[in-house]
């Protein structure tokens, strides 16, 4: 998923599970930084403070998706998060064909997303608790849309024999299989969803492709981003009940799915920042029950948290220290994924016999 689905479909999906404007904002913001969040190592304080900071993302045609440790500390438990097959955890290997990439590869809702998003309710009274729902939002949403593939190189990552099968009109004569060789894919790493591009971040899309394994599969784009929304309000319903036991749980009502869905398959731009633009207009025109309201997002720049944090976005070798930044937002967020990281990969996927920290 990328930017209108992570940051705008996120600001929505939480205004309909009862957040404020404000609470909904972070939570949107975080569940996108997730994605742009890809720089690690020490920041330095003129006053000999330091913070020390994890990446939850790599750039696709970065050096390190070659490296196993990395990508078991990245891309694991902040976007292919392993699904063991569904299954409970004292489920024998011999169930997932004894083969332990099938305990790797991601599944939408797995019983392992329902025991992240636990975790996240269960921290929701730390000073980064928001953070760390936004964080787990993203991972959570990411479960439907990068559903069979692994956060690891491996054959099943394989993609062949891609097309379009509800002829969208964005692809030319050559379809999906023209778009990929036009991209170079086979030069990509069979890592996560890199030889499959963009295809199961456009909301518009109905496609089917071969993996590695020979298997053939079928993906409607459209109506698995509609149940991820659902789930996704459901799950923060679920974290305010936690406090509030009138909150009820159920999902995103009928007429605010129809404008959900709408833009899902009316929106056909293949970059997501066309298509974000396009999900903060309709936002800030009332489209939704809780009426207009502006919210935007800056990756970097002035009004980036980062910048808000440390003074500026520019990498630095020395920021000038403020009480304030032990509060901020950037601050918080990193403290989110660090925490997020550390009980995703030590805690709870342990249970599952899979070792990846």
Not at 118 to 143: C, E, N, Q, S
Not at 167 to 188: H, T
Not at 263 to 283: C, M, N, P, Y
Request: net charge negative; charged share 20%; with cysteine.
């Amino acid at each position: 998923m990328q930017l209108d689905f992570h940051h705008a479909v996120t600001y929505v999906a939480a205004r309909l599970a009862g957040f404020p404007h404000e609470k909904a904002d972070i939570i949107a913001y975080a569940a996108e930084y997730v994605d742009d969040a890809t720089s690690s190592g020490a920041i330095c304080f003129d006053n000999k403070a330091m913070y020390q900071r994890i990446s939850s993302a790599h750039k696709t045609v970065d050096p390190q998706n070659l490296n196993d440790v990395e990508n078991h500390l990245v891309w694991l438990p902040f976007h292919f998060l392993p699904g063991n097959g569904n299954l409970p955890a004292d489920t024998p290997l011999d169930a997932l064909d004894g083969r332990f990439i099938n305990k790797m590869v991601c599944s939408p809702d797995s019983i392992v997303a329902q025991e992240m998003v636990a975790a996240a309710i269960t921290d929701r009274h730390k000073p980064y608790g928001l953070h760390r729902l936004g964080v787990t939002m993203h991972v959570y949403a990411d479960t439907w849309a990068h559903q069979g593939f692994a956060g690891v190189l491996h054959d099943v990552n394989e993609v062949e024999d891609a097309q379009e099968t509800n002829r969208s009109g964005v692809f030319d004569a050559k379809g999906l299989a023209g778009f990929l060789g036009r991209v170079l894919d086979d030069a990509l790493p069979p890592l996560g969803h890199g030889r499959a591009n963009v295809f199961p971040d456009m909301p518009f899309l109905q496609w089917e492709y071969r993996n590695g394994e020979g298997a053939v599969k079928t993906r409607d784009n459209t109506e698995l981003f509609c149940q991820a929304a659902d789930a996704m309000c459901r799950r923060m319903q679920e974290y305010r009940r936690a406090d509030d036991p009138q909150v009820a749980v159920t999902g995103i009502g009928a007429a605010d799915m129809a404008v959900i869905r709408e833009q899902f398959a009316s929106l056909k731009e293949v970059d997501g920042r066309d298509r974000h633009t396009s999900w903060l207009q309709i936002i800030a025109a009332g489209r939704f029950s809780f009426g207009p309201v502006q919210i935007a997002y800056a990756e970097d720049g002035k009004n980036s948290w980062k910048a808000q944090a440390l003074g500026t976005s520019t990498d630095m070798p020395v920021y000038r220290y403020t009480e304030s930044f032990l509060t901020s937002n950037w601050k918080l967020f990193h403290d989110a994924v660090q925490e997020h990281r550390l009980t995703v990969l030590h805690d709870i996927l342990p249970r599952y016999g899979i070792c990846a920290g």
